[in-house]
């Protein structure tokens, strides 16, 4: 049997890399140490995953581990912040090799690929819960933030829209006798849902242009409500221009809609810019490589109006993902 510190030596220890200066002290002291560069700011994002809540008793755990990181980096790519940086804190019910190999490999590899060192964490016997905490850096005036949008704004969007939440829909059985998906449609569905794309050199690249950006976790509708909201103005969305992911693109309106609106699990990011800044985010999505979509504009007047392809209004009964009204 592993003892705690095998443990985190086996699976969360690598030699240190020298490639991020920043980073002073990374795993086995009290607390790990940060350096940042001169006239840069810190940005520090926790998000927690639960077992049976936010994935299912039995998910596969490399594809965990890339998630668990995934949606943190979300989070800094929302910011506009490169990611430098990250903490664990796992709750195990027991320290199983082929458990810890795959998780900790899917985790790493999207740290790789990202930059972005592990620099400690704790471990704890317990019902399963990974918890991750992400620090990426940041110029001071830059931060994309969430009460920043102007009116006038257009409304943005990367990539593509509701295939996580269609995957759901297939594991639940749900809708079935209106969705048109077989079994390698659900597969590449699904594949939005347990390893999703956190958008951050679009995040990067939209510094200087976008004003106002979130990540969509919970629905596309809801996360824009938190923009409005912060930034004390309202929109206009043209629904049926929302950027479908391939497996949604093939389902009925009603569901292409209600998914794409309010889907959750994409880790998109929704930003707002000036109208005249146009060129310069097509720019930015190419230098990302990364699909942008405008999807409407932002209004003086608070509240949400959702329109046709024709500018007609739509009366849609739409709400988003909340941990305690949902079941
Ligand atoms: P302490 O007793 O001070 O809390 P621990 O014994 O929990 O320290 O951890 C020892 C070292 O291992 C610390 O540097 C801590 O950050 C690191 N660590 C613990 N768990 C993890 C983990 N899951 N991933 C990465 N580092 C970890
Ligand atoms: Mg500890």
């Known amino acids: 049997m592993l003892s705690e510190f095998d443990l985190i030596s086996r699976y969360f220890t690598r030699p240190a890399r020298s490639y991020i200066a920043q980073i002073a002290l990374g795993v086995g002291d009290d607390c790990a140490l940060l350096t940042p560069a001169a006239g840069t700011q810190i940005a520090i994002s926790t998000d927690m995953l639960v077992e049976g809540r ?58 790789d690929s990202h ?15 990974i918890c991750i905490t992400v620090f990426g850096e940041t110029l001071p ?39 048109v998906m077989d079994a390698e449609q659900h597969a590449l569905a699904a594949t939005r849902m347990h390893q999703p794309t956190p958008r951050v050199a679009l995040g990067i690249a939209l510094r ?19 923009i409005l909201a912060r930034s004390g103005v309202g929109a206009t969305l043209a629904v049926d221009s929302l ?49 942008v979509t405008r999807i409407g504009s932002i209004d003086a007047a608070s509240g949400l109006r959702l329109h046709d392809a024709d500018g007609a209004v739509l009366n849609l009964q739409l709400t988003s993902f909340d941990h305690f009204r949902s079941t």
């Open 54 to 111: 936010h994935f299912f008793p039995d998910a596969e755990p490399f594809t965990l581990g890339h998630k668990c990181l995934a949606v943190n980096l979300s989070d800094l790519a929302a910011m506009g912040a490169r990611p430098l940086a990250f903490t664990l804190a796992l709750a195990l019910p027991a320290a199983r090799e082929e458990w810890l190999g795959p998780f900790s490999a899917g985790l790493l590899a999207l740290a």
């Open 115 to 129: 930059h972005c060192e592990l620099i400690g964490g704790d471990t704890t016997k317990g019902p399963l819960n």
């Open 141 to 179: 005036g830059q931060a994309l933030r969430r009460d920043a949008a102007q009116a006038g704004d257009d409304i943005w969007v990367s990539g593509t829209l509701g295939d996580a939440r269609l995957a759901l829909a297939g594991y639940r059985n749900e809708l079935t006798d209106q969705l």
């Open 208 to 226: 200087g242009i976008a004003r106002a950006a979130i990540d969509i976790s919970d629905g596309l509708i809801g996360d824009l409500g938190h």
């Open 243 to 291: 950027p479908a992911g391939p497996v949604l693109t093939q389902q009925t309106q009603a569901i292409r809609r209600h998914f794409t609106l309010a889907g959750g699990d994409d880790y998109e990011l929704c930003f707002t810019a000036p109208a005249d800044r146009r060129d310069a985010v097509f720019a930015a999505g190419q230098a990302a490589a990364t699909a």
